[in-house]
């Protein structure tokens, strides 16, 4: 995240919803695309629920426990890792 975004990369918001989900298995990567596209329809992030202690090496705006409503966001990004090597990622903008 700090190799692509810099500086800014502290101000980019970060969650996962499969801490509330699970793994949807086949269906993981179609299901997180529908939170990301209601995430930006709604200007809200949906929290990681359970994240009490993140790693300190890691210090991005995460969004623990709580969803954190947002005026300003234009662009979201899902990132789906599966199994045996299959990922993907998509970048949605706000119409």
Do not use: W
Not at 69 to 90: H, P, V
């Amino acid at each position: 995240m700090k190799s692509i975004f810099g500086a800014d990369a502290a101000h980019v918001m970060v969650s996962s919803t499969k801490s509330m989900t699970g793994h949807l298995l086949g269906a993981a990567g179609a299901i997180e695309s529908i939170f990301t596209v209601l995430a930006l329809r709604d200007q809200a992030v949906p929290p990681t629920i359970n994240l009490d202690n993140p790693d300190e090496g890691c210090d991005l705006d995460f969004v623990p426990h709580e969803a954190r409503q947002t005026k300003d966001m234009e662009y979201t990004l899902c990132n789906s890792f599966g199994f045996g090597g299959t990922n993907g990622s998509l970048i949605f903008r706000r119409a």
